[in-house]
């Protein structure tokens, strides 16, 4: 199965990002980002078990950088051209406008925006 970047879904659009994501990959869904700098997924975690995202990415960062911040307060940078693996139990703030292609499972993923929509409707 495959799929051009462009044809994957766009389920989140506003001035500076685009979040993109389509299920029906063996249980994973993909997805395509871009993201502005300064974009912090924490408050948007709230809610969540430990209020970080529990669902584990693999995935690939094309440009910029972003901090990911784990459950035991242990940090690390991504920079563009590197692939990455995020488990269980982390947030995510953009350092650096990002685009970034990522896999994770479809059902812990749909949990995670849908908490993500929820606080964006709550935060305005």
Request: proline residues 5%; aromatic residues 8%.
């Amino acid at each position: 199965m495959k799929i051009k970047k462009e044809d994957i879904t766009v389920v989140k659009e506003t001035p500076g990002m685009i979040l993109r994501k389509q299920e029906g990959f063996g249980g994973h869904t993909i997805a395509y980002h871009e993201l502005p700098k300064g974009t912090d997924f924490t408050p948007l975690l709230k809610g969540l078990t430990n209020d970080l995202c529990h669902c584990p990415h693999w995935g690939y960062l094309f440009e910029g950088s972003m901090q990911i911040i784990y459950h035991d307060g242990s940090e690390e940078v991504i920079s563009a051209g590197e692939a990455f693996y995020l488990p269980g139990g982390h947030t995510l703030i953009v350092k650096e406008d990002i685009k970034l292609m990522d896999f994770s499972p479809t059902t812990e993923l749909n949990e995670v925006f849908a908490n993500v929509e929820k606080r964006m409707t709550e935060l305005g």
